[in-house]
């Protein structure tokens, strides 16, 4: 299994950035993936999560309405839009293989994480 996180990058607050995750060595298409983030000196903060199909999504209240999750299983591709970014976003982002939300982690990969920085 591989993951691949790409996208990440410096931002000023209201900015925007859209993350991919490149999948390879599994079936994508057969997967709910998941978006984690892990900001320093705090444990990882579960952000979204989407169905196989990509017609269900699933987000934390913290980036609900901000947020959009997305995939493209032609691609094998995973996609966060971050739109209206806070400082409080400033974080390592990962994608996952699986099923994540607040109380639970059924994921079992992440990738190696890209980072997003929101300062002014």
């Known amino acids: 299994v591989q993951l691949v996180e790409s996208g990440g990058g410096m931002v000023q607050p209201g900015g925007s950035l859209r993350l991919s995750c490149a999948a390879s060595r599994f079936t994508f298409s057969l997967y709910d993936m998941s978006w984690v983030r892990q900001a320093p000196g705090k444990g990882p903060e579960w952000v979204s999560r989407?169905?196989?199909?990509?017609?269900?999504?699933y987000y934390a209240d913290s980036v609900k309405g901000r947020f959009t999750i997305s995939r493209d299983n032609a691609k094998n591709t995973l996609y966060l839009q971050m739109n209206s970014l806070k400082p409080e976003d400033t974080a390592l982002y990962y994608c996952?293989?699986?099923?994540?939300?607040?109380?639970?982690?059924?994921?079992?990969?992440w990738g190696q994480g890209t980072q997003v920085t929101v300062s002014s």
């Open positions: 996952a293989r699986g099923w994540m939300d607040a109380d639970y982690d059924r994921t079992d990969y």
């Open positions: 989407i169905n196989t199909g990509g017609d269900r999504t």
